[in-house]
């Protein structure tokens, strides 16, 4: 079956840098577009990257010029590099893919920015 497992989340001070990766397994991971989004406590889900096969990216304004997302087709993994952290970017990040056959998530990873 799809599996995406997050990794690399952790506590930051504002201004740091963390590198998340979202490993996957159980389908053709080169042929599918890959997104991370988040989700702070009461707060809507937001999407933070998006990187389709052929590696274009898109990004919302609210984090443009400090995340930037990757993709190893040959690991089957999308990264998510994050820096100038700030405190409204604490979240929980999950990576999800909208395959042909299914939208498939991670169980996410936390990431929180605090002095």
């Known amino acids: 079956q799809v599996q995406l497992v997050e990794s690399g989340g952790g506590l930051v001070q504002p201004g740091g840098s963390l590198r998340l990766s979202c490993a996957v397994s159980?389908?053709?991971?080169?042929?599918?577009?890959m997104n991370w989004h988040r989700q702070a406590p009461g707060k809507q889900r937001e999407l933070v990257a998006s990187?389709?096969?052929?590696?274009?990216?898109r990004y919302p304004d609210s984090v443009k010029g400090r995340f930037t997302i990757s993709r190893d087709n040959a690991k089957n993994t999308v990264y998510l590099q994050m820096n100038s952290l700030k405190p409204e970017d604490t979240a929980v990040y999950s990576c999800?893919?909208?395959?042909?056959?299914?939208?498939?998530w991670g169980q996410g990873t936390q990431v929180t920015v605090s002095s």
């Open positions: 999800n893919v909208d395959a042909i056959n299914g939208v498939y």
């Open positions: 990187i389709t096969s052929g590696g274009t990216t």
């Open positions: 159980g389908m053709l991971f080169r042929a599918n577009a």
